[in-house]
């Protein structure tokens, strides 16, 4: 079993910055090789991709490519999304997500393991 945990999330003014993190456990789980990501859900909207990565790479959603950044600590077996130049838009519940395999895709239903959600609102 794979235990994700987020924290990082808030209340923050357009255009200001924010780090969200994502603590991995599992006695299985091979953090430095698998997938993991960023999904996101505002109030009212589906779920939306935000970012993966894996050893090979990281991929982003058209919406926050350039302004935020997915990378890893594999010492720490964290993962980060820090999300810079906020937008009201950018207003959801942040999820954390991961794969059992080195596959980084957008597609919600393909990561298995999913985290309880941070909540980031950004006022305008």
């Known amino acids: 079993q794979v235990q994700l945990v987020e924290s990082g999330g808030g209340l923050v003014q357009a255009g200001d910055s924010l780090r969200l993190s994502c603590a991995a456990s599992g006695r299985t789980f091979s953090f430095s090789s698998n997938a993991m990501g960023w999904f996101r859900q505002a109030p009212g909207k589906e779920r939306e991709f935000v970012a993966t990565i894996s050893w090979s790479g990281s991929s982003y959603a058209d919406s926050v490519k350039g302004r935020f950044t997915i990378s890893r600590d594999n010492a720490k077996n964290t993962m980060y999304l820090q999300m810079n130049s906020l937008k009201p838009e950018d207003t959801a519940v942040y999820y954390c997500?991961?794969?059992?395999?080195?596959?980084?895709?957008?597609?919600?239903?393909?990561?298995?393991?999913w985290g309880q959600g941070t909540q980031v609102t950004v006022a305008s």
């Open positions: 997500v991961a794969r059992n395999d080195a596959l980084m895709t957008p597609r919600d239903s393909w990561y298995p393991y």
